[in-house]
T-cell receptor
Framework: AQSVTQLDSQVPVFEEAPVELRCNYS??????LFWYVQYPNQGLQLLLK??????LVKGINGFEAEFNKSQTSFHLRKPSVHISDTAEYFC??????????FGKGTRLSVIA | DSGVTQTPKHLITATGQRVTLRCSPR?????VYWYQQSLDQGLQFLIQ???????AKGNILERFSAQQFPDLHSELNLSSLELGDSALYFC?????????????FGNGTRLTVT
């Protein structure tokens, strides 16, 4: 079975500063990795995904993530955040025939 | 807009009652998933259907059931409701049921049991 740990439940950051949201996963099989964003009163929106190939994955809204197999990590980064990036971010993993498993989420608060 | 439609948006009901949540997947998507989101449990997978057939089952209570109809829309039935069933219920769909197919989520149904 797969599991996901998002190491920070809340991350405050000033506008235009860089941010990294950390995600570690556990799996005994090859995995596919995803980051989703949830804005208030909305559903989850796919930010980016890693299926195979290049370990650096670029997504929407200027976000990117790097897959590190040896460290079983898939951290999300953005070089300069905006107020509009304030939201809940979820890391998720799927492997084999198992369903998509989500982490507990990280609340990103961008401060003006 | 993800293309996944969930109705109703809000539902308030009493303990012991039964409710039905409805989901229409994105056009062309064959697989439908149901998730429950609560503050203490986070996002929990309930069940997956693919082209009308149950594909995978998660932490779904026996009081809960679901089905996917020939037109691919899905319904989640929750019965003998308890206070602890209050949560946000999401439906998601994907083109295939394969692990690499990203899920597209609806905006959820917020269920409040009083």
């Amino acid at each position: 079975a797969q599991s996901v740990t998002q190491l920070d439940s809340q991350v405050p950051v000033f506008e235009e500063a860089p941010v990294e949201l950390r995600c570690n996963y556990s799996s005994s099989v090859s995995v596919y990795l995803f980051w989703y964003v949830q804005y208030p009163n909305q559903g989850l929106q796919l930010l980016l995904k890693y299926l195979s190939g290049s370990t650096l994955v670029k997504g929407i809204n200027g976000f990117e993530a790097e897959f590190n197999k040896s460290q079983t990590s898939f951290h999300l980064r953005k070089p300069s955040v905006h107020i509009s990036d304030t939201a809940e971010y979820f890391c998720a993993v799927r492997g084999g025939n198992t369903p998509l498993v989500f982490g507990k989420g990280t609340r990103l608060s961008v401060i003006a | 807009d993800s293309g996944v439609t969930q109705t109703p948006k809000h539902l308030i009901t009493a303990t012991g009652q039964r409710v039905t949540l409805r989901c229409s997947p994105r056009s062309g998507d064959l697989s439908v998933y149901w998730y429950q989101q609560s503050l203490d449990q986070g996002l929990q997978f309930l069940i997956q259907y693919y082209n009308g057939e149950e594909r995978a089952k998660g932490n779904i209570l026996e009081r809960f059931s679901a089905q996917q109809f020939p037109d691919l829309h899905s319904e989640l039935n929750l019965s003998s409701l308890e206070l602890g069933d209050s949560a946000l219920y999401f439906c998601a769909s994907s083109e295939q049921g394969t692990p690499g197919s990203p899920l597209h989520f609806g905006n959820g149904t917020r269920l409040t049991v009083t």
